[in-house]
């Protein structure tokens, strides 16, 4: 049975995270049916942007990391698979947008996260509350340790702290909260608006922010300068008379 159901509204793909009886949380499964339809979005060009939420009260609990069994071999894929989501998060070339409806906790919250933009519900929270559980938040602290200060990434991390929609929006984890209803409707128009210019420039762009994570300023302008050169060819064949 599938996990993610993935539905058009304009030019924007929704995919919806569905096993609200686990929390929404992530499986291999799920992972893998996320990268697929990323992929398949990229290559699209009827889609223009992504949206990403949760089926019913919440949006994702974290990693299933008990469904991956009790073997090396069983949580090795399921670490691999969840690599292999954020690689094709990265690699999307299209506005992404997190429609939080509710609760982002753990590998949840590395979702919202590693999205462009997010819209949260007033009445969600984000966490990281792997220690209060025994454990320590591996895979998603790769992502979200970008989002948040050093002092602040570890005292979330070692109270368990959870984050309204107030506090989330001050420190620039969301752009917005809206009332739960109004959660993916305002997601859909964001996404809208984001998509709404040359795609081939906007992917050009998206995959240079990620291209220049890690590297030294020089290496960064240099690639810049390539896409600099790729962007203007595209706007040139735009303004092309026909």
């Not at 996260?113 to 949260?120: F, H, I, K, S, T």
């Not at 702290?161 to 989330?168: K, M, Q, S, W």
Request: charged residues 25%; proline residues 5%.
């Amino acid at each position: 049975m599938t996990q993610l159901e993935v539905s058009q509204v304009d030019r924007v793909s929704v995919l919806t995270l569905k096993r609200p009886d686990h929390g929404n949380r992530l499986s291999r499964q799920m992972a893998e049916e996320l990268t697929a339809a990323l992929e398949t979005a990229r290559r699209d060009p009827l889609v223009r942007a992504c949206v990403m939420t949760g089926h019913g009260e919440v949006f994702c609990l974290g990693g299933d990391y008990k469904g991956a069994g009790p073997s090396v071999a069983g949580r090795a894929e399921f670490g691999r698979a969840s690599v292999d989501l954020y690689r094709a998060m990265a690699a999307l070339g299209k506005p992404l947008v997190a429609a939080v409806n509710g609760n982002a906790h753990a590998g949840g919250f590395s979702l919202v996260a590693a999205a462009d933009l997010a819209v949260m519900a007033d009445d969600a929270t984000l966490g990281l509350p792997e220690a209060a559980n025994g454990l320590f938040p591996f895979l998603a602290l790769a992502i979200v340790r970008d989002a948040l200060p050093k002092k602040l990434l570890f005292e979330i991390i070692y109270n368990a702290r959870l984050i309204g929609a107030p506090e989330a929006c001050d420190l620039h984890l969301v752009n917005k909260s809206v009332a739960r209803a109004a959660v993916l409707e305002e997601a859909v128009r964001m996404a809208g608006v984001a998509s709404d210019y040359n795609p081939d420039i906007v992917m050009l762009g998206r995959d240079l922010y990620y291209a220049m994570r890690g590297l030294g300023p020089a290496e960064a302008v240099d690639k810049s300068r390539f896409a600099l050169i790729a962007a203007l060819a595209a706007k040139d064949q735009e303004n092309k008379p026909d």
